[in-house]
């Protein structure tokens, strides 16, 4: 009896460990493919393919759609910001369409009306680093959206109260 006990609790703790593995995966998966939906989206828009700077694209993934940032250097959410960092393109996607494009300090080139209303940084937003590696975006890491990952990664940034100097 008790070995039997033992082997549904160790089954039932496998089962689990696997569909939250499953599930990040299946996120990580679902971010990926918005990336390379943004991208193409750049290239169709603009008839050129991402800057070769980009190094990064960073994915904020909401309840009901996803942000893509393409940027230059880091942020400064996952680590320490680049002294180079730029941010080239973002892109929204909801419903599996683009309902955003907009390139730094420009009119955006896509913005349907109301289907942004998905961003809502008051909810639970995963945040996801992929870097780009010959050419292609790899999965880095991912944490829980939060300011206090910018400020505990760069005390001494501007954006900070407690910065010195």
């Known amino acids: ?3 039997h006990k033992f082997l549904v609790f160790s089954l039932t703790i496998f ?5 939250t593995h499953t599930k990040s995966h299946f996120v990580e998966h ?28 960073y994915v904020e993934s909401f309840d009901t759609g996803i942000v893509v940032a393409f940027t230059k250097g880091s942020v400064g ?8 960092y730029q941010q080239y393109w973002a892109c929204g996607i909801f419903n599996k369409k683009v309902v955003y494009l907009g ?3 420009k009119v955006p080139i896509i913005d349907i009306p ?4 998905f ?3 008051r909810k639970d937003v995963k945040e996801f680093l992929f ?28 954006w900070n109260d407690n910065a010195v100097g």
């Open 114 to 117: 109301n289907k942004t209303k």
């Open 30 to 57: 679902l971010s990926y493919k918005a990336i390379k939906q943004c991208e193409k989206e750049v290239e169709i828009q603009t008839g050129h393919k991402l800057s070769t700077e980009i190094n990064n694209a």
């Open 119 to 121: 961003i809502d940084y």
């Open 103 to 105: 390139s730094s300090l």
């Open 1 to 3: 009896m008790m070995r």
């Open 77 to 84: 959410s996952f680590g320490k910001r680049s002294d180079n």
């Open 131 to 158: 870097r780009r590696v010959n050419g292609d975006f790899e999965f880095c890491c991912k944490q829980k959206l939060d300011e206090k990952n910018m400020e505990r990664n760069n005390p001494n940034f501007p």
């Open 15 to 19: 089962l689990t460990s696997c569909c």
